[in-house]
């Protein structure tokens, strides 16, 4: 059971990136998986998730617009990998993104919340400006 993350890098402001976040060993559709973030200093916060009913997705106030979660179509119940499209990145952006398997997802403040069942080690990301 694990969730592997990738993607991160050094962007310039405006810029894009796609982080991706594979999901093995569990059955991936029966869960809310998503996204958090942390910068230095400062509080995980909540960016983005699929929910497993229907597929709804959730954004952070921050993230709306900009941010696109989406999933393969995996046949492999087992496994599936789990996107995020960022653009255009601010320097505010900045930190660690982790993938997260959860339930209980809501929005709070501009972030999201949730209960957090596993964690991915994350992936830096890092705008210039």
């Known amino acids: 059971v694990q969730l592997v993350e990738s993607g991160g890098g050094l962007v310039q402001t405006g810029g894009s990136l796609r982080l991706s976040c594979e999901a093995s060993g569990f059955e991936v559709d029966m869960y809310d998986i998503g996204w958090f973030r942390q910068a230095p200093g400062k509080s995980r916060e909540g960016v983005a998730c699929?929910?497993?009913?229907?597929?709804?997705?959730?954004?952070?106030?921050f993230a709306e617009g900009r941010f696109t979660s989406s999933s393969d179509s995996s046949s492999d119940i087992m496994k599936k990998t789990v996107y995020l499209d960022m653009t255009p990145l601010k320097p505010e952006d900045a930190g660690v993104y982790l993938c997260a398997v959860g339930a209980a997802w809501v929005p709070r403040g501009n972030s999201l919340t949730a209960s957090i069942d596993l964690w991915g080690k994350g992936t830096q990301v890092t705008v210039g400006s």
């Open positions: 699929i929910r497993a009913r229907y597929g709804v997705k959730l954004y952070a106030e």
